[in-house]
């Protein structure tokens, strides 16, 4: 089911990636996205920066132990890897932490976190082909893997094989 969900905001953060209008900014929400620290860049991050500066923030977690992250527009899909003894209630609370981290960032308040195995090195294959110059199929390719694994197969609508007696036993030579 978590699969399914997972899917499902994949397919809606697609889907939302165009351009969005909105309000102009209040005077004092205008000071504060032309404000440079410390812990926000001045400047508008492209992928790759987004990327890592995602990563190096879900890295800092404590239990995290290594980071998986695709970025789409303006969205990072962050996995998260960790110790594989860990109980679900342990690894809900690192995911959760790397979520409440991300939140306090500006560039970070966007993500999707996943703690899953199976997604989290869909998002590593992904990451390579965008690397090597595939960014539309190495995601389609491993969406379609993900939505593969998650619809249910069901048994009425199977076609079953039709075979006469003659296709199973072989003809006799003549």
Excluded: W
Aim: proline residues 7%; aromatic residues 4%.
């Amino acid at each position: 089911m978590r699969k399914l969900i997972l899917a499902v905001v994949l397919i809606s953060v697609l889907g939302g990636c165009g351009p969005k209008q909105q309000a102009a900014p209040s005077p004092q929400q205008q000071s504060q996205y032309h404000t440079a620290s410390p812990t926000q860049p001045a400047a508008p991050m492209d992928r790759e920066g987004l990327r890592n500066h995602v990563t190096n923030i879900a890295k800092r977690v404590p239990g995290v132990q290594n980071v998986n992250c695709v970025v789409f527009g303006n969205t990072a899909i962050v996995g998260v890897d960790v110790a594989a003894d860990l109980d679900r209630s342990r690894v809900g609370t690192i995911k959760y932490s790397v979520a409440e981290a991300l939140s306090k960032d500006p560039y970070g308040a966007q993500s999707i976190v996943t703690a899953d195995v199976d997604i989290n090195q869909r998002l590593r294959e992904i990451g390579n082909d965008i690397r090597n110059g595939y960014p539309i199929h190495g995601f389609s390719n491993e969406l379609a893997d993900i939505v593969g694994r998650i619809v249910p197969q069901m048994p009425k609508r199977v076609k079953q094989m039709k075979q006469t007696v003659e296709q199973r036993s072989p003809a006799p030579n003549k």
